[in-house]
């Protein structure tokens, strides 16, 4: 037997790491981006960011960047910033240390320390956010390394990449919900050079750019960045590729479960729709309507998994 705590925490745990990795990622391609647009369109660049973050942080000593960054980083009470993600999954592992490896967990807590011994240099000197930003990223993606290359891929394991992919398809369903309007309407007002911008932005926002490339080369119209990011089961942030995980993961997850069979259901709809339905989709006058569609089935589906239970059959 699985006691349901660890399967929860263990779940909980693959949430956060992909949140924060995220997050850091969203910061760093939107600080770019905005820093390219800078003294071109500066409301372009505000609205960039409020897009993604919502309205400006309070810290008036600080640059727009800055204030976001800062915000998003370290603001332990701010529940989307990467130190808030990184404290609740070192909680979840310190609950159940004795299904994780010594590599993971001595990674997780360097990663911590170094993100609060960072805080306070940054509180010195501002203009290292962006470079401690780099350096968590880089933390994060050797935790992640450290989960791949160490950790038994048993029922504990599904369950922590079980929640890693739910975060992760969330994440590119609303990155994809909120960036389409602007990358729709300069394709119709036949900008070419801010359709270019807004389309490697979403690309950037979902590390897929090379990806992409590597499919259909320097050319980034609309329709074909929204069928990557929607229907390529290949590369591994598209929606089709995270719902074929999430399926494959809840396939051998234990019946016993009290939301597996609503997750099975929704995951094997969604999957379905995604395999067989994309020309429909696609040809849709609001793809918005899917994505938002979408999104809400996958809320139900994790609903549907942290129900209360009292223990997970092995």
Same mark, same amino acid.
């Given at each position: ?31 770019? /981006? ?18 993604? /973050? ?25 529940? /989307? ?149 929607? /229907? ?83």
């Amino acid at each position: 037997m699985m006691l349901s705590r660890i399967a929860d925490s263990l779940y909980w745990m693959g949430r956060y790491i992909e949140r924060a990795e995220n997050t850091c990622r969203l910061l760093k391609a939107t600080h770019e /981006f905005t820093v390219e647009l800078s003294g071109l369109n500066d409301e372009l660049a505000e609205q960039e960011w409020e897009l993604l /973050f919502g309205p400006p942080p309070m810290n008036e000593g600080l640059t727009l960047n800055a204030r976001y960054i800062d915000s998003f980083m370290y603001d332990a009470s701010n529940p /989307f910033s990467v130190i808030y993600s990184i404290e609740q999954a070192r909680s979840n592992a310190r609950s159940i240390g004795e299904v994780l490896t010594r590599e993971v967990i001595q990674q997780l807590n360097e990663m911590y320390h170094a993100m609060v011994s960072s805080r306070q240099a940054v509180a010195l000197n501002p203009a290292r956010l962006t470079d401690f930003t780099e350096a968590t990223h880089k933390d994060i993606l050797t935790l992640l390394g450290a989960i791949e290359h160490t950790l038994t891929r048993d029922q504990g394991w599904t369950y922590m990449k079980l929640g890693e992919a739910m975060e992760r398809t969330q994440r590119t369903l609303r990155v994809i919900e909120l960036k389409l309007p602007t990358l729709r309407a300069a394709h119709k007002a036949k900008d070419l050079s801010m359709t270019f911008a807004f389309g490697r932005k979403m690309l950037l926002d979902l590390a897929s750019l090379e990806n992409y490339r590597r499919v259909y080369g320097a050319r980034l119209e609309p329709d074909q960045v929204l069928r990557f990011l929607l /229907f390529n089961d290949q590369t591994p942030r598209s929606v089709h590729s995270g719902l074929k995980r999430m399926k494959s993961y809840v396939d051998v997850l234990p019946s016993a479960h009290p939301g597996m069979p609503t997750m099975r259901r929704i995951l094997g709809r969604r999957l379905a729709e995604a395999q067989y339905d994309e020309a429909r989709i696609m040809a849709m006058n609001d793809l918005s309507e899917y994505t938002e569609r979408a999104y809400r089935d996958l809320l139900s589906a994790h609903e549907a998994m942290v129900k209360p239970q009292h223990e997970v059959e092995a």
